[in-house]
C-alpha cells in the first residue's frame, strides 16, 4: 500500500512529495523502489515518463508481520502539470514495487496533481 503526506496531495513543479509504501508478509522483499511519474489518457498514443526513482533502505526497517518505508521524491521544475480535459488527461502517480524472489513483483500506484 502507498501512503502520500498529505493524502490528496497537490504538488507544485519543483516540490516534492512524501510517503511510505507498506506492506503486510512473513518474508521481507528483497527491494523496495519508489518512483514518481506522469502518465496520459485519452485518444491517440498513450504516453509515460517516470523520474526520481528512489531504492528504499531496506537495512533501515524492522520486519516483522508490517513493515513501513518513507520517501520523498522531487518532481522536475520542467515537467508537465496535471490536465484532465476531453481529450487528454496529464496523471501523476507515485509508483511503489516490491521486489519479491519467491513471486512476481508486486506493484501500486498512488495519484496526486501536480500544479504550476
Do not use: C
Not at 522536475?76 to 512476481?104: C, H, N, Q, T
Amino acid at each position: 500500500m502507498i501512503e502520500l503526506r498529505p493524502p490528496n496531495v497537490e504538488v507544485r513543479l519543483g516540490h516534492t512529495v512524501s510517503g511510505s509504501v507498506t506492506w503486510d508478509m512473513d518474508r521481507p522483499p528483497d527491494r523496495v523502489v519508489a518512483r514518481i511519474g506522469w502518465v496520459t489518457e485519452g485518444r491517440g498514443d498513450t504516453d509515460d515518463e517516470y523520474f526520481g526513482e528512489e531504492s528504499l533502505d531496506l537495512a533501515a526497517s524492522e520486519f516483522g508481520s508490517l513493515n513501513r518505508l518513507e520517501f520523498t521524491l522531487q518532481v522536475p521544475a520542467d515537467a508537465p502539470v496535471s490536465y484532465d480535459g476531453k481529450i487528454l488527461r496529464i496523471m501523476w502517480v507515485v509508483e511503489g514495487r516490491l521486489f519479491l524472489p519467491w513471486a512476481k513483483d508486486v506493484v501500486e500506484s498512488a495519484p496526486f496533481r501536480v500544479v504550476a
